[in-house]
């Protein structure tokens, strides 16, 4: 079965660097999306992309985020300058159509800010 | 918060016996779904309810919706230890972008 898959699977940054974080979505999905959970909390909507650009992006997503799709397989997030509270796992998660469908998730990256 | 909340956020079982958690919600919905997730580990979807469903059934998985209480369950009968996970409901709501609203999950553990 196709699945998501996120690298790395752990990242230690110091804070103030910047990180990219990469995911590969299902093939033939159309809608991506970001989200985050930061230890023993919930699991907290970040952005979400169609179409080659940003649908809707929560207040978390201020402006050390970024998201791009640079070729047709490869969906990142980038951190630009890192602060402490970013430690969190990262998961990416895609869907094929808009409506109805439920998410599939990577295994998520854990981002480690020291 | 139109997030999920479920409840209870941890409970203990011992494996054969069923467990249930529930989720409440403030907002209409699309759709309602449950997914798990084992330590450390991405959430795999497990079922999805949809606004106009009342009772789903997927093996030993039973999930209800009543649109009127805003509230969902899970009812996992039999339990096996392989089913010690966290659990969240995650809602979607009206609106022109999908998007999954999770709440704080409840930990199941399942003792052998």
């Known amino acids: 079965e196709p699945e998501v898959t996120q690298t790395p699977s752990h990242q230690v940054t110091q804070m103030g660097q910047e990180v990219i974080l990469r995911c590969v979505p299902i093939?033939?999905?159309?809608?991506f999306y970001w989200y985050r959970q930061i230890l023993g909390q919930k699991v907290e909507f970040l952005v979400s992309f169609y179409n080659n650009e940003i649908s809707e992006k929560s207040e978390i997503f201020d402006d050390q985020f970024s998201v791009e799709r640079p070729d047709g397989s490869n969906f990142t997030l980038k951190i630009r300058s890192t602060k402490l509270e970013d430690s969190a796992m990262y998961f990416c998660?895609?869907?094929?159509?808009?409506?109805?469908?439920?998410?599939?998730f990577g295994n998520g990256t854990r981002l480690t800010v020291t | 918060s139109q997030q999920g909340e479920e409840d209870p956020q941890a409970l203990s079982i011992q494996e054969g016996e069923n467990a249930t958690m529930n989720c409440s919600y403030k907002?209409?919905?699309?759709?309602l779904q449950w997914y798990r997730q084992n330590s450390g580990r991405g959430l795999v979807h497990l079922i999805l309810i949809r606004s106009n469903e009342r009772e789903k059934h997927s093996g030993r998985l039973r999930v209800t919706l009543d649109t009127s209480k805003k509230s969902s369950s899970l009812l996992i009968t039999a339990s096996r230890a392989a089913d010690t996970a966290s659990y969240f409901c995650?809602?979607?709501?009206?609106?022109?972008?999908?998007?999954?609203?999770f709440g704080k999950g409840t930990l199941l553990t399942v003792n052998p």
């Open positions: 998660a895609s869907i094929p159509t808009g409506g109805g469908s439920p998410l599939h």
């Open positions: 093939s033939n999905h159309l809608y």
């Open positions: 907002t209409s919905i699309n759709n």
């Open positions: 995650a809602t979607v709501f009206g609106g022109s972008n999908y998007k999954l609203t």
